[in-house]
C-alpha cells in the first residue's frame, strides 16, 4: 500500500535535513509514523507546506518528503497555487491512499481539489468550526477588547483570533463535505462531522502517545507535593486563566501550591511581544499575587515532558474545548492523579468518571478536586489506559480504514 500523509508540521526527521528547529507538536504522528514504517507492505510519502518558493523532494529512511511552497502566503489562507503541486505530486508518487492529518488548514483542501477524493481519508485534531464558539470562555466582557502593540501589527487580540478561527472553519466544512472517509476518536467529533457531512463514513481510530510515556509510571514518592501540571496555555481555549482564578482557593487550604505550566511565559513579554491573553494571565496573577505560584517551564523536549508529569502531584486539563487531547491520554498511560474539564470528547476518553470531571466555568469545584487529591491522592482511581493506547490495536483500526478509504 502507498500511503501519503499530508500534515500541518514537518515530520522530525526532515526538520533535521533541513536544519529547522524540531516541532514540540503533533508528537502522535511520530509514532504513528514508526508504526508504519515497520510494516513491510507500507511505502510512506509525507507532504506539508512551508515558506519556500520552490516544490523540495527529500528521501530520508524510506520515507519521501515533500515541501510545498507557500511563497510568502498565509498558512491558514486557501492557495490555489498549491493545486498544480498536489497535481505533480499525486502524479509523481501515486499514492492508494492519501491520509490528511487534521482539518484545521486549507492545503489539504487544496489536494482534493485538485485531484479528488478517491482513497482520500481525513482525520479529525480539533475543530476550529467548533472551537472558535469556546474562543473566549471565562474571560470577562470588558477584557474581550484588549489590544496590544503587537495584536495591532498582527490583527490579534481575543475577538479577531476568534474570529480567524470561524473563517477557517469555513474551509475546514469544506473539506469534510469534500470526502466519503473521516478518522475520528470520539462521539463528540463523530456528531459534528455527522451534522456537516451526514454521508460521510466515519473510522474510530485512536491516537498512540509518545514513548517515553508508555514506559514512565508516576509514584507519590517520587511527585512534588501540592503541585499542578498543565502541558499547554498558549491561547485561552486552553483555560490557564480559569485555573488560576481557582489558585486563591487551593492557596487557602494549600499555601505551598505550585503550578507548572509548559511552555513560554507569555506574561513577562515585552509590551511589543506580549499578546493580548499573556496580558491578561499576567493581570490574573497580579491581581491574586500569583507570581511565586506559577512557573512557566518554556518549551520541554518528550524525555523533559515527561519528567515534569512525573514531578506533578496532579495533572490538570482545563480547557474549555477539547476532543480527546494527548496530554490527558499521557497523564493517563502514566498513572497519576489527574483532573479534566466535562468539555467534548473528555468525558467519554475518562469512562464518564466523576471524580475527575468538573465544568470549565466551576472554578470552586476545580480547587476543592484538587485539595481533595492533595489530601489523598489515593481517592482517585489511579487506573492507567493501556488498552486506549495499544499500538498494535491502534494501528489495525487505522490499516482497516485505509483499505475501505480505496474501495
Known sequence: MRILWITNIAMPALCKEMGWPLPVIGAWMYSSLDCLKAIPDCKIAVATVYQGKELIVKKIENITYYLLPLEGKQKNKYNRSLESYWEQIKLDYEPDVV??????????????????????????????????????????????????????????????????????????????????????????????????????????????????????????????????????????????????????????????????????????????????????????????????????????????????????????????????????GEAQMLGMPYLATFAGGIPEIVGMNPRVLYRFEEIEILAKKVCEIFDDYTIQSLDSAVELYDHNKIMDSLLNSYREATL
Open 99 to 328: 491520509h490528511i492529518h487534521g482539518t484545521e488548514f486549507p492545503h489539504g483542501l487544496a489536494y482534493v481539489k485538485a485531484c479528488g477524493n478517491k482513497g482520500v481519508i481525513v482525520s479529525v485534531q480539533g475543530l476550529v468550526s467548533v472551537i472558535s464558539r469556546y474562543y473566549t470562555d471565562g474571560i470577562e466582557r470588558e477584557n474581550l477588547k484588549t489590544l496590544t502593540f503587537r495584536d495591532i501589527l498582527r490583527n490579534g487580540g481575543f475577538l479577531a483570533s476568534q474570529n480567524s478561527f470561524k473563517k477557517t472553519g469555513e474551509t475546514e466544512q469544506e473539506l469534510i463535505r469534500s470526502v466519503n472517509h473521516i478518522i475520528g476518536r470520539t462521539e463528540w467529533d463523530k456528531a459534528h462531522c455527522w451534522a456537516i457531512n451526514p454521508n460521510v463514513k466515519y473510522h474510530h481510530v485512536g491516537e498512540t502517545l509518545r514513548q517515553s510515556f508508555y514506559k514512565a509510571k508516576w509514584t507519590y514518592e517520587n511527585c512534588e507535593p501540592h503541585t499542578i501540571f498543565v502541558s499547554q496555555a498558549s491561547y485561552p481555549i486552553k483555560g490557564l486563566h480559569m485555573l488560576l482564578k481557582a489558585l486563591p482557593l487551593i492557596l487557602r487550604q494549600y499555601p505551598d501550591t505550585k503550578i507548572y505550566v509548559a511552555g513560554s511565559d507569555e506574561t513577562v513579554k515585552p509590551f511589543w511581544r506580549i499578546t493580548a491573553y499573556g496580558k491578561y494571565l499576567k493581570k490574573l496573577i497580579n491581581k491574586y499575587n500569583l507570581r511565586n505560584h506559577v512557573v512557566f517551564t518554556g518549551l520541554l523536549s518528550e524525555e523533559k515532558m515527561c519528567e515534569q508529569y512525573l514531578k506533578a502531584n496532579i495533572f490538570v486539563c482545563c480547557s474549555a474545548i477539547e476532543n480527546s487531547p494527548n496530554s490527558l
